[in-house]
């Protein structure tokens, strides 16, 4: 079963806010969905196709689709092209695969889903939204380009993996969780970080209250990188030497930063 296709009937003109637009939804044709400063009826913008409940797809994306799998609890959710702002904010279940780019705050508040985005990135990856003050507490995040400035501000827990660079103030307040970079960092990472870990390939980008440790054979770090098929991937299952730094020490924090080797 392929699941139902949303395919847009043409350009849009307003952004669209598609909350509610999920794999297992009844009805989507008449699903009252934002467009612009009104409501319109998903069908008015989009034809719907095929069946079954457990994934939807959205053969056509733009980034003005704003909210695509917000609050996501189960099933799998396919874009073919780029999505706007908070793609999978809340979501608790079940996946997201964009094969595109997204807009800022991505993984917003996610808190089990698991979500792969092939290109880049806006700012505030996996980072809590207006008001609230948990970002990321679960789940796992892949973005294959670079991600914008504040990435994973605030988490939590789960793990995000940003295989090219990442902006300034990666990982601000960082709280837990597991954060891992391929490319370069901007500056300012880390700064405010209480807990949790950075997987790095290099120091440089690491905020001032960060300080050397030392190298050291750390067998948790291959049991870390082996649960996760993105950081393996990155990384190399057999990982276990790095050179730490711990910090943010400016704020007392007990995270580290651990920088491996190509």
């Known amino acids: 079963m392929t699941g139902f296709v949303l395919t847009p009937r043409g350009a849009f003109d307003a952004r669209v806010d598609l909350t509610g637009a999920l794999p297992g939804a009844s009805d989507l044709e008449r699903l009252s969905i934002g467009y612009g400063f009104r409501r319109v009826a998903l ?26 799998a917000a609050g996501l609890t189960s099933g799998e959710l396919v874009v073919d092209g780029d999505v706007g702002a908070e793609l999978a904010k809340g979501a608790t279940g079940g996946s997201v695969v964009v094969n595109g780019s997204a807009g800022a705050y991505a993984a917003s508040e996610l808190a089990g889903a698991h979500v792969t985005i092939s290109g880049d990135v806006g700012e505030r990856l996996g980072a809590a939204g207006d008001g609230a003050r948990r970002g990321l507490s ?69 905020s001032s209250g960060f300080a050397d440790a030392g190298e050291h054979d750390l067998v948790m770090l291959r049991v870390l990188v082996r649960r996760s ?20 020490l400016n704020v007392a924090g007990k995270g580290e930063a651990l920088i491996v080797s190509a």
């Open 43 to 68: 069908g008015d913008l989009f034809s719907v196709s095929g069946s079954g409940a457990d994934r939807l797809t959205i053969a056509g994306g733009s980034p003005l689709l704003d909210r695509v």
């Open 138 to 206: 679960s789940g796992t995040v892949v973005v294959g380009g670079s991600a914008g400035l504040r990435a994973g501000e605030r988490q939590r827990g789960g793990v995000i993996v940003v295989k090219g660079d990442v902006a300034e103030g990666a990982a601000t307040d960082l709280i837990a969780g597991t954060f891992a970079v391929g490319g370069a960092l901007r500056g300012l990472a880390g700064r405010g970080m209480k807990r949790g870990t950075l997987l790095l390939r290099s120091a440089e980008g690491l």
């Open 229 to 248: 098929e993105a950081l393996a991937e990155l990384f190399g299952e057999g990982l276990t030497r790095a050179r730490r730094f711990a910090g943010d």
